[in-house]
């Protein structure tokens, strides 16, 4: 999950490192590190515990020069957060630096090599042992650099992607991947690398996503030059991209969870645009017309993702088998890959993934794909792996989500599964005209339905103030709004470390209401449904343990409000629509109740946007 930058060419490199690792710091924000090196094969490291401005603050008054570097912004796996694990590392003989994002599972019988040979380590890295792995293959065989990786990086198991600089070689970055991703930048005479397209955007658009087992050689001046493990050079496949670089700032705003709460309406319009003709009530997704064949005689759909994904996905199960009429499980990509799952050639896999880099989730594809199965990727980074990786998909379109906390991609990701369910069972036959028309123009409303919840912001902060002294929370929903309840409880722990946990509101008579008393706060997600009914006995059931309220209900409710200590009220939709409105008045409690406990809400401890390693 750590986040790489590299730059080498005609600019000094130490502003445009820290200013990519500033776009990347979502990505981890244990330990930063920058190694620089000039023309000469002057080479200085400077790393910090901490974020990127305790790594500014070390490097402050001390010579920056350069036109070539490397650097890191780390999540911790192998070794705690310290300055002698922060990136980057260095061989024993000091010639070659590196950063690595991903895991060497493997490292232990090479540390075990090496320590042999005579080799000593000053951290406890899996990264510096594959560095001085690297550096032990080139002398003690004679090769060249780009040789040396080769042969190390074919004895390597695990996950990696690495940038490494050569003290003798100083104007050559080489670098490598798989399984993480990587990303090369084309200037003009220069090469920028990432683990993103974020850092690089403001200076080329041009780009090339290594791909597994591939090796870069970024020379200033020359092309770039790619080649794979086998020394066998591979055509380097530029894409143009364009990314809004005002996403990467918070403008007006205090963190960018709340700004991106706030583009939700925008975003949700961003994400339908020409796929739901809000004139003739009808979706159109070019993924369902091109591989219709595949998807309407689908035996099954199985979902896989993890977290916030795997929330949307457990919405989608119950979309696509409410209107499509086929069955859907959702798993864990964590659990799927290791279970020997029964994998049919008629199933589907839907794969769903904000950042398309999770490591699980691409590894649950991988294996789909081997047992014949066809996979679609749900997905909001262009370019990246799952994308790259899928038989098809549909981008989310809601723009870069800088806060570690999702919010619009959760609202992406389930808009997407209602058109992809509608579009599906309107192919099929499954669903009547009349309830087509109905849920396609309400969906087209629901920006302005959003609009009016975020007006809710300023009473949803006054409340939240009450309950910063909590230790618990339970979140309780009914049928699409269950999975609401288990995504509102995942943002409050997220961010404001209170344990929460999601039930399905039938459930809380089977063991959790043991847990009711009256410090216990109760989120009940009780907008009007089929089951409202049903959701006002339970609600009545915690009432009369003396459990504390706060009521998520339509607007005009008069039943919960005489009974819910606190109610927040929303705008009415369709029932399956609704996720799309519930989920952001628990978003913004989760935010303030972070923001009055004096949490860090974009970084909070132990989290990276991005999982790219088990």
């Known amino acids: 999950m750590c986040g790489i930058v590299g730059y080498i060419g005609k600019s000094d490199a130490y502003p445009i490192l820290i200013k990519g690792l500033k776009c990347l710091e979502y990505r981890g924000y244990d330990s930063a590190?920058?190694?620089l090196i000039d023309k000469s094969g002057d080479l200085r490291i400077y790393k910090s515990v901490g974020k990127v401005a305790d790594l500014e603050r070390v490097?402050?008054?001390?010579?920056?020069?350069?036109?070539?570097?490397?650097?890191?912004?780390?999540?911790?796996?192998?070794?705690?957060?310290?300055?002698?694990?922060?990136h980057p590392h260095r061989s024993s003989d000091g010639k070659l630096v590196m950063v690595h994002n991903g895991i060497i599972e493997n490292y232990l019988s090479i540390k075990k090599k090496l320590s042999e040979e005579g080799y000593s380590f000053a951290s406890d890295t899996d990264t510096e042992i594959l560095v001085q792995f690297i550096e032990y293959i080139r002398n003690d065989r004679k090769l060249d650099l780009l040789t040396a990786v080769q042969v190390a990086l074919k004895e390597v198991v695990g996950a990696y992607a690495i940038a490494l600089i050569d003290k003798d070689n100083p104007g050559e970055i080489i670098v490598a991947r798989k399984s993480s991703p990587l990303v090369v930048g084309i200037g003009e005479g220069e090469f920028f690398v990432a683990s993103d397209t974020a850092p690089i955007v403001p200076y080329t658009n041009k780009v090339v996503f290594l791909k597994d087992g591939e090796i870069g050689v970024l020379s200033a001046g020359s092309p770039l030059k790619i080649i794979n493990l086998d020394n066998v050079e591979c055509p380097a496949d530029i894409q143009n991209i364009e990314i809004n670089l005002s996403e990467f700032e918070k403008g007006d705003y205090p963190h960018f969870m709340l700004k991106e709460i706030f583009e939700q309406p925008e975003r949700l319009k961003d994400c339908m645009r020409g796929r739901l003709n809000l004139e003739e009530h009808t979706i159109r997704l070019s993924s369902i017309i091109n591989h219709?064949?595949?998807?309407?005689?689908?035996?099954?759909?199985?979902?896989?993702?993890?977290?916030?994904s795997w929330h949307a996905g457990l919405i989608g199960k119950h979309l696509i088998e409410s209107f499509c009429r086929i069955p859907v499980e959702v798993e864990y990509a964590s659990e799927f890959r290791y279970r020997n799952p029964v994998i049919l050639p008629n199933d589907v896999v839907i794969a769903i993934s904000q950042s398309g880099e999770t490591a699980d989730t691409l590894a649950a594809m991988e294996l789909a794909k081997e047992k014949g199965a066809f996979v679609f990727g749900i997905c909001n980074v262009v370019g990246s792996?799952?994308?790259?990786?899928?038989?098809?998909?549909?981008?989310?379109?809601?723009?870069?989500?800088?806060?570690?906390?999702?919010?619009?991609?959760?609202?992406?990701?389930?808009?997407?599964?209602?058109?992809?369910?509608?579009?599906?069972?309107?192919?099929?036959?499954?669903?009547?005209?009349?309830?087509?028309t109905n849920i396609t123009r309400e969906l087209g409303l629901i920006p302005e339905k959003m609009y009016a919840t975020l007006a809710l912001n300023d009473s949803i902060a006054e409340l939240s103030r009450m309950f910063t002294y909590a230790r618990n929370f339970i979140y309780l929903g009914r049928g699409y709004s269950y999975p609401v309840a288990l995504e509102g409880a995942l943002k409050l722990k997220e961010i404001s470390y209170i344990h929460a946990e999601g039930y399905p509101a039938a459930e809380m008579k089977h063991g959790p209401i043991a847990l009711i008393d009256a410090e216990m706060p109760v989120v009940v997600i009780a907008t009007k449904s089929d089951l409202y009914k049903k959701i006002l006995s339970n609600i009545q059931e915690i009432k009369s343990r003396k459990g504390r309220i706060i009521a998520i209900v339509t607007e005009g409710d008069t039943e919960i409000s005489k009974i819910a200590d606190f109610c927040i009220e929303v705008p009415n939709t369709i029932d399956c629509l609704d996720a799309l409105i519930t989920s952001i008045p628990l978003q913004l409690m989760a935010y303030h109740i972070a923001v009055y406990r004096g949490m860090d809400v974009d970084q909070p401890r132990n989290l990276a946007k991005s999982v790219t390693v088990e």
């Open 33 to 35: 590190g920058v190694a």
């Open 292 to 308: 219709s064949d595949k998807l309407l005689n689908a035996g099954r759909f199985v979902i896989v993702a993890c977290g916030t």
């Open 59 to 86: 490097s402050s008054g001390k010579n920056i020069s350069g036109t070539a570097g490397i650097a890191h912004t780390r999540w911790a796996t192998h070794g705690e957060p310290t300055e002698r694990n922060a």
């Open 385 to 436: 792996s799952i994308a790259r990786a899928t038989d098809s998909g549909i981008y989310i379109h809601v723009g870069s989500e800088v806060g570690v906390a999702s919010t619009k991609a959760f609202t992406g990701q389930v808009a997407v599964l209602i058109m992809f369910a509608l579009a599906l069972a309107k192919e099929k036959k499954t669903i009547k005209d009349e309830e087509y």
